[in-house]
T-cell receptor, first 114, second 111 residues
Framework: DTGVSQNPRHKITKRGQNVTFRCDPI?????LYWYRQTLGQGPEFLTY????????KSRLLSDRFSAERPKGSFSTLEIQRTEQGDSAMYLC????????????FGPGTRLTVT | DQQVKQNSPSLSVQEGRISILNCDYT??????FLWYKKYPAEGPTFLIS?????DKNEDGRFTVFLNKSAKHLSLHIVPSQPGDSAVYFC??????????FGAGTQVVVTP
């Protein structure tokens, strides 16, 4: 069990640029979640997938954000035209939808928009 | 709309004593509750969970208590160890989906 991995771990970008993050879930997990965490707050839900289907998106997820999970394996989160308010830790989690659905988190990608 | 609240931003406890972390929620539809621990520069690590059909769940040094009528849950850590120093998040969900987190409680275990 290699756990959830995320790349890159850190990203510094200039305002207006596009960025893409990748998440590789635990291999047998069929659910994948994206969260965003800012300083002093708990993670906030952005979106989640069951297999390749995107089942829910938060109203926090503006049209500049898009997420995909092709073939139900890894997932990417893209932010277009980044703004300074997008600076945060982006966390990915996965779970196996059974009777117990604990979500297991990756280490996160720290985004800084200058 | 903060539906999960952790009102104590920090807690200091002596090694060997009990740590009690509290969490309140407002959404009566929540039926699954979890606690996560987070070290700096790492993602949250799952600790323990409880379904709304139970009022207690125990796993080693960690016990979670759920009081549905008060919409309150707590995490007890006995005995506290230096490695328990971290930020603890309470989380809740409706069914098996997105988690809503509290703001976290920083626990410091002193010698």
């Amino acid at each position: 069990d290699t756990g959830v991995s995320q790349n890159p771990r850190h990203k510094i970008t200039k305002r207006g640029q596009n960025v893409t993050f990748r998440c590789d879930p635990i291999s047998e997990h069929n659910r994948l979640y994206w969260y965003r965490q800012t300083l002093g707050q708990g993670p906030e839900f952005l979106t989640y997938f069951q297999n390749e289907a995107q089942l829910e998106k938060s109203r926090l997820l503006s049209d500049r954000f898009s997420a995909e999970r092709p073939k139900g394996s890894f997932s990417t989160l893209e932010i277009q035209r980044t703004e300074q308010g997008d600076s945060a830790m982006y966390l990915c989690a996965s779970s196996l939808r059974t009777g117990r659905d604990e979500q297991y988190f990756g280490p996160g990608t720290r985004l800084t928009v200058t | 709309d903060q539906q999960v609240k952790q009102n104590s931003p920090s807690l200091s406890v002596q090694e060997g004593r009990i740590s009690i972390l509290n969490c309140d929620y407002t959404n009566s539809m929540f039926d699954y509750f979890l606690w996560y621990k987070k070290y700096p520069a790492e993602g949250p690590t799952f600790l323990i969970s409880i379904s709304s059909i139970k009022d207690k769940n125990e796993d080693g040094r960690f016990t979670v208590f759920l009081n549905k009528s008060a919409k309150h849950l707590s995490l007890h850590i006995v005995p506290s160890q230096p490695g328990d120093s971290a930020v603890y998040f309470c989380a809740a969900s409706v069914g098996w989906g997105k988690l809503q987190f509290g703001a976290g409680t920083q626990v410091v275990v002193t010698p």
